[in-house]
């Protein structure tokens, strides 16, 4: 296993990915759902994607050694090309995706957040002057004069306290619907990702690399662990990152990057 392979790979696949629509779409689902939810979701499609990268590269690798330089060497120019368009593109996306307004609350965070029903008073907002407060009939002190109240019966439950079975029953539809949304949000986020990435600049560099240096575990170790690093700060906080570190100066590294393996295969065509 060629540890020079990996680190090379997850350098271009990360500086690669950072400036994808992926990105994008990663940072908007992490701030609607549950980010460990849309993880695995991602991590999940990331998975099929890099092993089919890997699979096509080691494909290629049976070819004569010219064929596979002369084909990296083409990829690696257009990847260098693509990486800057689409940073240009997740500049523009970044910029509109969850603009904020006076009070500094995303759109995503005023739909998410129920209105309150009508006549509903909440938790400790005043009351009119001198508006009386309805009491409930025979509860305590509040009952009729003269009417004398009865004791609670332990072996009776009051009417607002719920029974035991009542309390399993509620806390198993609790764990059914947590799974039913861990699902729910997972098979969404993969679905989303799946289908941004088949064919895309890293799947295709993926498979570049495979065939390059002809390691495909290292490779695809690289590279799973590069996408699944990118998701992670995506979801957690990857527009606190696009603040401090600009996506301008990220492409044009990525884009640095492949033309500099563009250059080594050029040598290596001309080499023979």
Not at 1 to 26: C, Q, R, Y
Not at 157 to 164: D, L, M
Not at 167 to 180: K, M, N, P
Request: charged residues 15%; glycine residues 10%.
């Amino acid at each position: 296993m060629s540890l020079t392979a990996a680190f090379i790979t997850f350098g271009i696949i990360f500086l690669a990915e950072l400036p994808d629509k992926t990105m994008v779409a990663s940072i908007v689902m992490g701030s609607r759902y549950r980010p460990l939810y849309v993880w695995a979701g991602v991590a999940a499609a990331f998975l099929v994607h890099v092993t089919l990268a890997v699979v096509a590269g080691s494909v290629l690798t049976l070819l004569p050694h010219r064929v596979v330089d002369a084909i990296a060497l083409v990829l690696f120019a257009v990847g260098a090309v693509l990486v800057y368009r689409e940073g240009r593109e997740g500049r523009e996306e970044t910029g509109e995706t969850g603009e904020t307004g006076e009070t500094g609350e995303t759109d995503m965070t005023r739909e998410s957040r129920g209105s309150v029903p009508a006549g509903t008073v909440a938790a400790g907002a005043p009351t009119a002057a001198g508006a009386p407060t309805a009491t409930p009939r025979g509860g305590g002190a509040s009952g009729i004069a003269g009417e004398p109240t009865a004791a609670p019966d332990a072996a009776h439950p009051s009417a607002g306290e719920p029974a035991p079975s009542d309390l399993g029953v509620a806390s198993e539809e609790r764990e059914s619907s947590a799974s039913r949304g861990f699902w729910r949000v997972a098979a969404t986020s993969f679905t989303v990702i799946f289908v941004a990435e088949m064919g895309d600049l890293t799947q295709i560099s993926t498979a570049n690399l495979a065939a390059r240096f002809d390691s495909p575990v290292t490779v695809w170790l690289g590279a799973l662990l590069a996408l699944w690093s990118v998701a992670a700060i995506a979801i957690a906080g990857g527009r606190g990152l696009l603040r401090i570190v600009p996506v301008k100066i990220i492409t044009r590294i990525a884009a640095a990057a492949f033309v500099i393996l563009a250059i080594l295969s050029l040598i290596d065509v001309i080499r023979g």
